[in-house]
């Protein structure tokens, strides 16, 4: 017969089984949250104080020099991402041997990259006459290279932070990185205010930039060898095979930035192809307004992520299906709020954010709404084929997608102006939604029926509700005991 101190200690297992995930799950969502606020202070008070201290001139030639690095952070091709799935995945079906070979050998494949670009980009900074950027301008030779040697860096240092993050993941602490990274994030802006407002040179910020990250970064991993002892870095579990069974996934998510980039830039040139700039800064200001709750599903999807990554590689089918409804449903409920919101108050903001300058065009604004609900629900679903090493169809779909939106926003703003656009974009949406869901469930196994059934129920439960049924059944087994002795 069980004793009570086994009864109480089931019911404190079971409590903590059922909460866990959802806990992992709402301070994922916390901590990813913090990332958009953490970009809007920084967009927020960055114009006014580099204006006010550097003059628009100076602050422009920055622009141009912060830009040009940041396209070294695609230098790893996707490899810290789908590394980060494919350890989540290994540890989650008790695989850590494996976790440690895809760690391993990622890490040396951007280790190398990152040192033959930084080689690369000095021999430039020497060779290429740099002061074709800034004809007359203001920043004098040796701080242009200076500042972009700095800059560049940064860049590559930081593509370390995506697979420190992944040792992280793996082992159920994805809250804990990505708040240390929205937590660097904010330090490198407010010690980058710091010397701005002692009149630093741009060479001093980007050296404040790069110290503040070299520095964290170093942190960031020293703290992860300690929470998970079996990541080690070095080259005895490194294989050239892991390397190119990751080839195919990482080049495929590159098409998804640029399918990001071709679906919001290429709007923006066919409008103001056609119609002007006026129209392109309405239309893009509307969007801009209406994609802020893009940014809340990106938050739901990251905390989502590396759960079912686990839930995958461990063929936990039931649990992987509760997530990716799960997901769906906080989308869904997102988008709808804040679709509410923007209907009723968008254009208020969008004329007290312009000052009046630009006119609301209403029927573009409703249906960029309607795009922005659509993207929501499919961009939730598609974490299964993200999550999961399996998204090279959607990013391949996906880029097409894009650039026949353009094509067809051609056409619509010929026709209908600027709703015509928008709505080139609501039918690809609408399309590429059906597909993305379609091949999630396929991956999952899921009929279309059931999935549709279960959207209504809520089937991750709370540790509220763990906790509540884990004592409904110590009550019941205490009732029980009191009646066989009774008897």
Known sequence: MRTTADIDANIATNAAATGSVARRLFYGFCASALGPVVTAVFQVLSVPLFLHYWGAKLYGEWLILSAIPSYLALSDVGFGTVAANHMTMRVGAGDRSGALETFQSTWIFVTVVSIATAIAVGLAVVLVPTAWFFRGGGMPINQVRASLVLLSVYALVSLQSTLIQAGYRCEGRFASGMLFINASRLAETLAVFGVVLCRATP????????????????????????????????????????????????????????????????????????????????????????????????????????????????????????????????????????????????????????????????????????????????????????????????????????????????????????????????????????????????????????????????????????VARTVASFTRQRSAQLLGRIG
């Open 203 to 466: 060479v001093l910020v980007a050296g404040a930039y790069l110290g503040i990250r070299v520095a964290a970064t170093i942190l960031f991993a020293t703290r992860m060898l300690r929470a998970t002892p079996w990541i080690r870095y070095g080259v005895r579990h490194a294989t050239w095979d892991s390397i190119q069974r990751l080839a195919g996934p990482a080049l495929a998510f590159m098409a998804i930035p640029a399918a990001n980039a071709i679906s919001l830039q290429g709007l923006v040139i066919a409008i103001g192809w056609m119609l002007g700039p006026v129209p392109v800064a309405v239309f893009s200001t509307m969007r801009t307004l209406t994609r802020f709750p893009v940014q809340l599903v990106e938050a739901v999807k990251s905390s989502f992520w590396p759960e079912l990554s686990s839930a995958y590689g461990a063929r936990n089918w039931i649990r992987a299906r509760k997530l990716h409804r799960c997901a769906c449903q906080a989308a869904v409920v997102l988008s709808a709020l804040a679709t509410v919101f923007l209907l009723a108050v968008g254009p208020r903001i969008f004329t007290a954010w312009t000052h009046g300058r630009l006119r609301l065009d209403m029927a573009t604004f409703q249906i960029l709404v309607a795009v922005v609900f659509c993207n929501s629900f499919w961009n939730a679903s598609s974490i299964v084929t993200l999550a999961t090493n399996t998204h090279q169809r959607f990013a391949l779909v996906y880029l097409s997608i894009a650039v026949i939106s353009v094509a067809l926003a051609v056409v619509g703003v010929s026709r209908a102006g600027l709703a015509g656009a928008a709505a080139s974009l609501l039918v690809t949406d609408l399309g590429l939604g059906w597909y993305v869901v379609r091949l999630s469930l396929m991956a999952l196994g899921e009929s279309p029926a059931d999935f549709v059934r279960a959207l209504g129920k809520v089937e991750l439960p709370s540790p509220a509700k763990g």
